[in-house]
């Protein structure tokens, strides 16, 4: 989009975040990361903060990101041959306010093999990634199609993210 932006890593504890669908919870934990990202930085109503989470849900399991490489290839293989959902929320805090949405996308795996995935978390690749992969990586392999933002798959689906930008006043 073209903007400057300092990186901040607010340290949240996901993990005593608890509701009752994963849409929810990643709306909830990017709130959390925007207090805790406007907390760390004296925020002034000066300059938009923008705080984003995503998570994967399949037969309504949700999967973060795998813990190692043993985790990741249990995500992959709950993943192989079946439809899942990539849900990120992004939060814009303005002077005005607070703003944000949610996206979802529907991705499909293709059949993956022990192979398949053995070389693939062999790449550490999947680790740190949402579900266990990334489809702007090697993980692309493994996609059949999708239906609905590619860049929400990636973690930040821009069109969405531009619109929240420009409602906050933001010039893109």
Same mark, same amino acid.
């Given at each position: ?6 990186? @901040?890593?607010? /340290?949240?504890?996901?993990?005593? @975040? ?10 909830? @934990? ?70 944000? /949405? ?11 093999? /022990? ?31 999708? /239906? ?9 689906? @821009? ?14």
């Amino acid at each position: 989009m073209g903007l400057c932006y300092e990186l @901040i890593n607010p /340290d949240i504890d996901e993990a005593a @975040i608890h509701e009752r669908t994963t849409k929810d919870r990643v709306l909830a @934990i990017a709130k959390a990361k925007l207090e805790a990202a406007v907390a760390m930085t004296g925020y002034t109503d000066t300059l938009p903060v923008l705080a984003a989470d995503t998570s994967i849900e399949c037969n309504k399991v949700e999967f973060g990101k795998p813990l190692d490489e043993h985790h990741a290839s249990q995500m992959l293989r709950a993943l192989s041959g079946r439809a899942h959902q990539v849900y990120t929320a992004v939060v814009v805090k303005t002077a005005a306010g607070v703003i944000c /949405d949610t996206v979802t996308t529907t991705v499909w795996f293709r059949q993956l093999s /022990d192979e398949d995935i053995g070389e693939y978390c062999r790449s550490k690749e999947p680790l740190g990634k949402a579900g266990a992969y990334a489809i702007q990586g090697k993980g692309a392999m493994f996609v059949k199609r999708i /239906d609905g933002s590619y860049s929400n798959v990636v973690g930040l689906p @821009i069109f969405e993210t531009a619109n929240l930008l420009k409602t906050a006043g933001v010039a893109l």
